[in-house]
């Protein structure tokens, strides 16, 4: 068997990796032996699910901040005024809250059903590093699992027919001074104790409503999160210094995330995280982010599967990605799984973006992650892999909940520059199986793939470094 049937070629003068045959690999390639594939007919289904993804509208009404008391002169502080703008437009039946030109101080805005947070353009919305501005608690979700934290800055509740739109900007202030100083894992400001002693809880089984943090903890607030809601759009603002999670619907249905930019470099800084949530659009967005850019999560560990909500029919459209650890990403909190994911016409490119397609878990988190499709990409430059695959991330092979990766499909995908091709790293009792690719190709492969437990793995019309893989 010829050494590129594992695609281990690189260009030039580049080394090509010889792998040793790791046991529970199967590579099936046309005209071998082994399961049929499941026909990749996936993409047949998008136009029925975009057709679930509306838009929500808004009766012709504006309520201006500055009526309600606000100033925009970056000081003075406006929560109350954004209260009473939303109270009142919520209770007329619906309209705009509009932000005008300036810069508007505030704590966390809570949006109500019917309601469109407006920001104009040469308008900034400023959020507080005053951590009591975030206070009373609400009940929020902190990496996948519920408790009472700090309110996310924009936040909703049980609400529908919401939206923050216009070509304005919302600026966090985070900084290694205040929010992002949490993220150490050691010293006064640290949440790790916070973190590891909100996991225990959910382990206990403790009920979220004793799983109190905020005032005297150190757990970062996401930045936008509608938690349990319906009929959402976030369109055209500019979000960046994010204490970590940028745009982060839970348990809601009904979302459109479009013309968005998004440019914060803080720790966990993911650009658009749908957990537990359905029906869900991504479209024409640009991120640059300190962690992943786009990551679709379903809960973590024994918290996601009491809650068992799977994220599906997430649609990818239109979008550059720019520096992060992955473009599209799945997981690691996704024990409530996730299936039914389709990502097309994007570009990635950086030499600080690590991977393109991601997909991350262990047996402490389970799940089922399948029907994944992948089409029209086109990638410059990735440091580590296009594809990857990882069973090991974060805890590992550690606990009982062995998950389940499948039925993943690529076309028409190019690549200049990577250090692999394909990474998998799956476990003997649990493959990642039927990973098909088709018209792709990965130059500049500097080690080729890296493979182990693998099964199903078909390439048509697949070239690495010029070759074409056979």
Same mark, same amino acid.
């Given at each position: 068997m010829k050494n590129n049937l594992f695609? $281990?070629?690189?260009?030039?003068?580049?080394?090509?990796?010889?792998?040793?045959?790791?046991?529970g690999i199967m590579l099936l390639w046309p005209g071998c032996s082994g399961s049929k594939p499941t026909p990749a007919t996936g993409w047949e289904k998008l136009p029925g699910m975009l057709g679930h993804i509306v838009p929500p509208t808004f009766p012709d009404r504006d309520f201006v901040i500055t009526d309600y008391g606000a100033a925009g002169d970056g000081e003075t502080d406006c929560s109350e005024a954004f209260e009473s703008a939303i109270a009142a437009c919520n209770a007329a039946g619906g309209g705009r809250v509009v932000v005008p030109a300036g810069t508007f101080l505030t704590g966390a805005i809570h949006l109500k059903?019917? /309601?469109?947070? *407006?920001?104009?353009?040469?308008?900034?919305?400023?959020?507080?590093?005053?951590?009591?501005? !975030?206070?009373?608690?609400?009940y929020t979700r902190f990496e996948g699992v519920e408790c009472m934290n700090y309110s996310p800055f924009i936040y909703a509740y049980e609400q529908e027919n919401i939206a923050i739109t216009g070509s304005g900007t919302l600026d966090g202030q985070a900084d290694n001074d205040s929010w992002w100083a949490w993220k150490s894992r050691e010293g006064p400001l640290s949440g790790e104790p916070d973190r590891l002693k909100l996991f225990? $809880?959910?382990?206990?089984? /403790?009920?979220?409503?004793?799983? /109190?943090?905020?005032?005297?903890?150190?757990?970062?607030?996401? !930045?936008?999160?509608?938690? #349990?809601c319906k009929n959402i759009l976030?369109?055209?603002?500019?979000i960046k210094r994010s204490p970590m999670w940028e745009i982060h619907p839970v348990l809601s249905d009904n979302i459109t995330v479009q013309n968005v930019t998004i440019i914060s470099h803080g720790p966990n800084n993911d650009g658009c995280n749908p957990e537990?949530? #359905?029906?869900?659009?991504?479209?024409?967005?640009?991120?640059?982010?300190?962690?992943?850019?786009?990551?679709? #999560?379903?809960?973590?560990?024994?918290?996601?599967?009491? /809650?068992?909500v799977a994220s599906e029919n997430i649609i990818v459209q239109g979008c550059t990605m720019r520096e992060g650890h992955g473009g599209v990403v799945i997981g690691?909190? $996704?024990?409530g799984s996730v299936r039914n994911v389709f990502v097309e016409d994007c570009v990635m490119d950086s030499p600080n973006l690590d991977r393109a397609l991601r997909i991350k878990t262990n047996s402490m988190r389970g799940g089922v992650v399948e029907q994944i499709y992948m089409r029209n990409v086109e990638i410059g430059e990735v440091s580590d892999a296009v594809i990857r695959v990882n069973f090991e991330y974060g805890e590992g092979d550690s606990g009982? *909940?062995?998950?389940?990766?499948?039925?993943?499909?690529?076309?028409?995908v190019t690549s200049k520059k990577s250090r692999y091709a394909i990474r998998i790293a799956g476990y003997e009792r649990s493959p990642v199986s039927n990973l098909q690719l088709e018209n792709c190709r990965f130059d500049g492969v500097r080690d080729g793939n890296r493979l182990a437990h693998a099964t199903g793995l078909r390439m048509k019309d697949v070239f690495m470094n010029g070759e074409l893989q056979k």
């Open positions: 695609g $281990m070629h690189a260009q030039g003068k580049a080394r090509a990796t010889t792998l040793a045959f790791i046991s059903s019917n /309601v469109n947070l *407006h920001v104009n353009r040469n308008a900034t919305i400023l959020f507080s590093r005053d951590t009591d501005q !975030f206070l009373p608690v609400v225990e $809880m959910a382990e206990n089984e /403790v009920p979220v409503s004793e799983r /109190v943090f905020g005032k005297g903890a150190y757990l970062r607030p996401n !930045f936008i999160q509608p938690y #349990k976030i369109d055209s603002v500019t537990s949530s #359905k029906n869900v659009l991504i479209r024409n967005c640009y991120f640059d982010t300190g962690d992943d850019c786009i990551a679709i #999560k379903s809960g973590r560990n024994a918290d996601g599967r009491r /809650v068992g690691s909190e $996704m024990s009982p *909940h062995t998950p389940v990766v499948r039925d993943i499909f690529v076309s028409n």
